[in-house]
């Protein structure tokens, strides 16, 4: 049983480019989250999926963010005209939904826009 | 609303023991405990679901106070690898996942040989 994976590790780009993150949940998991974390902070939820449907946003999910899940399996997330305030570790974890389910992470994909 | 985590850091030397708190203004469905070395993912450690129950994992474990909303995190005889930030994500509510873990500031917890 693989774990979460996130592609890329890292991604530096300049201040207006669009960048996009894919996440692979563990194979079983139904549910699939996205958290971003800034230096010195936990994680802060952005959205999550339930199979390919998308049920919640975050007040911090801007119009410029956007989140796929096509198939209920990987997901991306794209960024576009990224701006230096969205330079962090973008998380992605999975689960299977159950009450009171546990999130696994994946390693993150570490973001600066210069 | 976001948790709040105390201390925000600890010193320990191997083999002593600590505790991290996690208190909520807000009534909590389940506490989850994460565990962060720099530069990786968080790694769960323990989820406590509301009804005051206790866990355990190794010398890792961890009670929920449902009265007080409140999670305590005990570490005992701790070593060197348990070094690292410990995150309390929280779900408030009747759970389901709607709206993710909302994650304390963390505790940064150092063990010294």
């Known amino acids: 049983d693989t774990g979460v994976s996130q592609n890329p590790r890292h991604k530096i780009t300049k201040r207006g480019q669009n960048v996009t993150f894919r996440c692979d949940p563990i194979?079983?998991?139904?549910?699939l989250y996205w958290y971003r974390q800034t230096l010195g902070q936990g994680p802060e939820f952005l959205t999550y999926?339930?199979?390919?449907?998308?049920?919640?946003k975050s007040r911090l999910l801007s119009d410029r963010f956007s989140a796929e899940r096509p198939k209920g399996s990987f997901s991306t997330l794209e960024i576009q005209r990224t701006e230096q305030g969205d330079s962090a570790m973008y998380l992605c974890?999975?689960?299977?939904?159950?009450?009171?389910?546990?999130?696994?992470f994946g390693p993150g994909t570490r973001l600066l826009v210069l | 609303q976001q948790p709040v985590q105390s201390p925000q850091a600890v010193i320990l030397r191997e083999g002593e023991d600590a505790v991290i708190n996690c208190s909520s203004s807000?009534?909590?469905?389940?506490v989850h405990w994460y565990r962060q070395k720099h530069g990786e993912a968080p790694v769960f450690l323990m989820i406590?679901?509301?009804?005051?129950e206790q866990k355990g994992h190794e010398k890792i474990s961890a009670s929920f106070n449902e009265k007080k909303q409140q999670s305590s995190l005990y570490l005992t005889a701790s070593q060197l690898s348990y070094s690292g930030t410990y995150f309390c994500?929280?779900?408030?509510?009747?759970?389901?996942?709607?709206?993710?873990?909302?994650f304390g500031k963390g505790t940064h917890l150092i063990i010294q040989p």
């Open positions: 194979s079983e998991h139904n549910r």
């Open positions: 999926f339930q199979n390919e449907a998308q049920l919640e």
């Open positions: 406590l679901l509301k009804g005051g």
């Open positions: 807000k009534a909590l469905y389940s």
């Open positions: 994500g929280t779900e408030m509510g009747s759970g389901g996942g709607a709206d993710g873990l909302t």
């Open positions: 974890a999975s689960s299977l939904y159950k009450q009171g389910e546990t999130q696994y």
